[in-house]
């Protein structure tokens, strides 16, 4: 009978998966779109997951089919950036709102994991190895994304007002803001080959 041995990673987020009992080699799904291939009973795998939550591993013998699951949970992702924090971005909306405002952090974190997502050759976890040029562009993006909450023409500090001339001001001016905020996060731009 096949069966799953998982042995959890002290840091909550980190499993190691093997199996035994089956006819290996042994196809493993961890449940989050990753997959990994188990040679024979004493081959292992490491796999740490990216976010919270509860996930089914399945392991299938690839000789007779025969599978199992067993579920893993992640309690130990915690995303906190330490390169651009709320308080800086509050700051840079001059005191219109506090730094622990959700959706000002969810603003600050998400353009955070944008950055270090398009920029992971990059060491984001000492604030000294971010270009300088990088958390402005993320300090100024996040501010601007806030901005933007209620304002769906696109313009802070006005709601939408329906007539194509200042529609057309509005989207010229976030065009060029944009654009220097791409340019500050070395966001290259999309090219045909």
Known sequence: MLTIDV???SNGRTFTIGAH??????HVD???GYTDQLADDNA???HTYAANGDYTVAVMSLVDSEQTTTTVTVTGVS???TWITPDEVAARLEGSV???DERLVGAVYGVAALVEQRHSSLDFTDPANVPVNF???AVQWAALMYQQRNAPSGFPGFGDVGDGFSMGAVYGQDAQKWSEIMRLLAWRKPVIA
Do not use: K, M, N, Q
């Open 44 to 46: 292992r795998v490491s």
């Open 21 to 26: 009992g089956g006819l290996p080699p042994y």
């Open 79 to 81: 995303f906190v950036p």
């Open 7 to 9: 042995i959890a990673d």
């Open 135 to 137: 958390h402005e562009g």
């Open 98 to 100: 506090s730094a622990t």
């Open 30 to 32: 961890h449940g989050d």
